[in-house]
């Protein structure tokens, strides 16, 4: 490796050291805090790779005082750039940089993680985790070489596995991964479908198992990226990616892929196989109607009170507020969640037990 000034070589050294602990630290498999402690030692990784490119180039990342002609200092150390401020200072006015978008969604999303362990989302964040590393990897190549990149030393990087956790059940156990999950989902459907599809902003990859290889020197898993492939090789991935596809903005319509309550109290309803329950006065009714979604809503804490103070508080798996009509929507989930409910009678008796929930 080339000589490097001493600011920048030990600047280098930590961004390095701090990516491989973060990796460290996510495949533990009895570390419960893998996205939290990933996330807070890849943000100290991207700002010490950073502040080391500004030393190379003879750039002080420090804050100036007011007066702006001098450094500002904090018990006598010179105020470094935190990782948004040097981000800004790299990229400029690439405002639509994948890698900056995902730089920027980790800093936010750091800012609501470091003081909670939430290991129902780990599966959720993977591919933009991943993303992080490899970008971070891609960025230390370019700027510095490929001597100093990480990337033999982390294996197949981060550990896939199959979640544990329900994000559903768990955001109504756990009240405080509501707002986490509502800012990853704002953040993700704020941003162009460009970046959001880009791999540099979120890693995606379909791992398909084959027959063993005949050479036994043959790799187990190798990458291929997609820009490298031919227009044919390049038809045959989309066919395979068909098959799992997520329908994200597939359709230009407002709110595809949500209900209102009309709607799920008939779907339910249908569900259920129109059952009908007898009234106190001997007519019958719908086992599921329009009461019976209000006391579910309520029970299962989906959604706030009318006129709440924050109406966009919602279980986002089941539903969203729609602000410009000033109601809300429900998700095929939530449909699919209360006929498994209502199938059973004690869950559906105890809607009407006292206190009344209305």
């Given at each position: 490796m080339?000589?490097?000034?001493?600011l920048v070589?030990?600047?280098?050294?930590?961004?390095r050291?701090?990516?491989?602990?973060?990796?460290?630290?996510?495949?533990?498999?009895?570390v419960?805090?893998?996205?939290?402690?990933?996330?807070?030692?890849?943000?100290?990784?991207?700002t010490?790779?950073?502040?080391?490119?500004f030393?190379?180039?003879?750039?002080?990342?420090y804050?100036?005082?007011?007066?702006?002609?001098r450094?500002d200092r904090?018990?006598?150390?010179y105020k470094?750039?935190?990782?948004?401020t040097?981000?800004?200072?790299y990229?400029k006015?690439d405002?639509?940089n994948?890698i900056?978008?995902?730089?920027?969604?980790?800093?936010?999303?750091?800012n609501k993680?470091?003081?909670?362990?939430?290991?129902?989302?780990?599966s959720?964040?993977?591919?933009?985790?991943?993303?992080?590393?490899?970008?971070?990897?891609?960025i230390?190549?370019?700027?510095?070489g490929?001597d100093?990149?990480?990337?033999?030393l982390?294996?197949?990087?981060?550990?896939?596995?199959?979640?544990?956790?329900?994000?559903s059940?768990a955001?109504?156990?756990?009240?405080?991964?509501?707002?986490?999950?509502?800012?990853?989902?704002?953040?993700?459907?704020?941003?162009s479908?460009?970046?959001?599809?880009?791999g540099?902003?979120?890693?995606k990859?379909?791992?398909?198992?084959v027959?063993?290889?005949?050479?036994?020197n043959?790799?187990p898993?190798?990458?291929?990226?997609y820009?490298?492939?031919?227009?044919?090789e390049k038809?045959?991935?989309?066919?395979?990616?068909?098959?799992t596809?997520?329908?994200y903005?597939?359709?230009?319509?407002?709110?595809?892929?949500f209900?209102?309550?009309?709607?799920i109290?008939?779907?339910?309803?249908?569900?259920?196989?129109?059952l009908?329950?007898?009234?106190?006065?001997?007519?019958?009714?719908d086992?599921?109607?329009?009461?019976t979604h209000?006391?579910?809503?309520?029970?299962?804490?989906v959604?706030?009170?009318?006129?709440?103070?924050n109406p966009?508080?919602?279980?986002?798996?089941?539903?969203?507020?729609?602000?410009?009509?000033n109601?809300y929507?429900?998700?095929?989930?939530?449909?699919d969640?209360?006929?498994e409910?209502?199938?059973?009678?004690?869950e559906y008796?105890?809607?009407?037990l006292?206190?009344n929930?209305?």
């Amino acid at each position: 490796m080339p000589r490097l000034p001493l600011l920048v070589s030990t600047n280098l050294q930590k961004a390095r050291d701090s990516a491989i602990l973060a990796v460290e630290i996510y495949n533990k498999p009895a570390v419960q805090f893998k996205s939290g402690g990933f996330i807070i030692l890849m943000i100290i990784a991207w700002t010490s790779l950073l502040h080391a490119v500004f030393f190379r180039d003879k750039i002080k990342p420090y804050y100036l005082k007011k007066s702006g002609k001098r450094f500002d200092r904090i018990d006598g150390d010179y105020k470094h750039w935190e990782l948004e401020t040097c981000i800004k200072h790299y990229f400029k006015t690439d405002s639509e940089n994948p890698i900056k978008q995902n730089l920027e969604f980790f800093i936010k999303l750091r800012n609501k993680i470091e003081h909670r362990s939430l290991p129902e989302i780990d599966s959720d964040l993977f591919g933009e985790c991943q993303a992080l590393l490899l970008n971070f990897d891609e960025i230390l190549g370019s700027e510095f070489g490929e001597d100093y990149c990480i990337r033999e030393l982390l294996s197949f990087s981060l550990q896939l596995f199959p979640s544990t956790h329900n994000l559903s059940a768990a955001m109504i156990s756990n009240p405080t991964l509501k707002p986490v999950m509502n800012f990853i989902e704002n953040y993700r459907s704020a941003i162009s479908p460009s970046v959001f599809e880009s791999g540099k902003y979120s890693f995606k990859a379909f791992l398909i198992q084959v027959a063993n290889h005949p050479s036994a020197n043959a790799l187990p898993i190798q990458f291929i990226q997609y820009d490298k492939l031919s227009p044919e090789e390049k038809e045959k991935v989309k066919k395979v990616a068909a098959l799992t596809k997520f329908k994200y903005k597939e359709v230009p319509v407002v709110n595809h892929g949500f209900f209102k309550a009309k709607k799920i109290v008939k779907s339910v309803q249908e569900g259920l196989g129109n059952l009908k329950v007898e009234r106190s006065n001997g007519q019958k009714k719908d086992k599921f109607n329009s009461d019976t979604h209000t006391r579910c809503w309520k029970k299962y804490k989906v959604r706030p009170l009318a006129n709440d103070q924050n109406p966009e508080i919602t279980d986002i798996n089941f539903c969203i507020y729609d602000s410009e009509h000033n109601d809300y929507l429900y998700t095929q989930n939530w449909i699919d969640f209360l006929i498994e409910k209502m199938k059973n009678e004690a869950e559906y008796k105890s809607l009407y037990l006292k206190p009344n929930l209305l």
